[in-house]
T-cell receptor
Framework: GQQLNQSPQSMFIQEGEDVSMNCTSS?????WLWYKQDPGEGPVLLIA?????ELTSNGRLTAQFGITRKDSFLNISASIPSDVGIYFC?????????FGKGITLSVRP | DAGITQSPRHKVTETGTPVTLRCHQT?????MYWYRQDPGHGLRLIHY???????DKGEVSDGYSVSRSKTEDFLLTLESATSSQTSVYFC???????????????FGEGSWLTVV
């Protein structure tokens, strides 16, 4: 079946630093979505990407839909303590969504 | 929050008992989903619905059934709960648009189920 690869499992950065996360697959997707999940909460949509090559920003977050349609990345600039959480990528084909296993981001003050 | 409400938010039940989780949406979306989230596995699709009385299985559907008798409600039932079904369950809806843009999936706040 389709799988999305996110690594590493955890990332530790200093407040103020930029961080980049990749999501790769051997399958092609029509939509890429990036979510953030805080403890005890549901995933919250950060950015949605609909076309190959699309680059979209949401405040300090920037994400791109890979040209091959098999990957996407998320950048967070000037990190702050509230950026702590689990970041999931998801790829959609037709009505089904496939999720990566997430990257836990820690931000040191 | 895309108007999604899950109930109950927390439940402890005994092995072998039936359990029903409810997902309610207020925005008339056609597609609704049930996922479970477990450490090391991430989010996995249990069942989804593409309309009233129209449902299909996901990757981990064994031991679960669903029903959608109204657009706004999507019910997930564990006929006889087992300890392996202890998990966090998330309902999701898919918005729709004329083009690909607008087809985005939003999640509810989750239902924590413990089977003892």
């Amino acid at each position: 079946g389709q799988q999305l690869n996110q690594s590493p499992q955890s990332m530790f950065i200093q407040e103020g630093e930029d961080v980049s996360m990749n999501c790769t697959s051997s399958s092609i997707f029509n939509t890429w979505l990036w979510y953030k999940q805080d403890p005890g909460e549901g995933p919250v949509l950060l950015i949605a990407l609909y076309k190959a090559g699309e680059l979209t920003s949401n405040g300090r977050l920037t994400a791109q839909f890979g040209i091959t349609r098999k990957d996407s990345f998320l950048n967070i600039s000037a990190s702050i303590p509230s950026d702590v959480g689990i970041y999931f990528c998801a790829g959609r084909v037709n009505s089904k969504l496939t999720f990566g296993k997430g990257i836990t981001l820690s931000v040191r003050p | 929050d895309a108007g999604i409400t899950q109930s109950p938010r927390h439940k402890v039940t005994e092995t072998g008992t039936p359990v029903t989780l409810r997902c309610h949406q207020t925005e008339n979306h056609r597609y609704m989903y049930w996922y479970r989230q477990d450490p090391g596995h991430g989010l996995r699709l249990i069942h989804y619905s593409y309309g009233v009385k129209d449902t299909d299985k996901g990757e981990v559907s064994d031991g679960y059934s669903v029903s959608r008798s109204k657009t706004e409600d999507f019910l997930l039932t564990l006929e006889s709960a087992t300890s392996s079904q202890t998990s966090v369950y998330f309902c999701a809806i898919r918005t729709s648009g004329r083009a690909a843009a607008g087809n985005t999936i939003y999640f509810g706040e989750g239902s924590w189920l413990t089977v003892v």
